[in-house]
């Protein structure tokens, strides 16, 4: 845990402390209190949410793989019509 800059404009009985994220807010004012006798407001409840990044994500690639999916299916259609009066002529044979 280290002490940092404080923000612009802060009042001057407040400071500002970096600390690792395994410490609690528990462990901090434990900290504070007991190794420098410093009386410790209650931290602000700062919790942090993750983002839903996976639903969209996931949303977009089956989108992308249902767009995918029907141009395949037109495309292989188009061949088939395209080779119906050849039966058993590999598809590479083409003119």
């Given at each position: 845990m280290k002490m940092a800059r404080?923000?612009?404009?802060q009042p001057e009985n407040i400071v500002k402390f970096i600390t690792p994220t395994q410490m609690s807010d528990h462990d901090i004012k434990q900290y504070l209190e007991k190794i420098y006798q410093v009386p410790v407001a209650d931290p602000p409840n700062c919790k942090f949410k993750f983002p839903d990044v996976t639903s969209n994500k996931a949303k977009r690639e089956d989108d992308d793989m249902k767009k995918y999916e029907k141009t395949?299916?037109?495309?292989y259609e188009k061949f088939q019509k395209k080779n119906a009066g050849r039966p058993g002529v590999p598809g590479w044979f083409g003119l």
């Open positions: 404080p923000d612009p404009n395949m299916k037109e495309s």
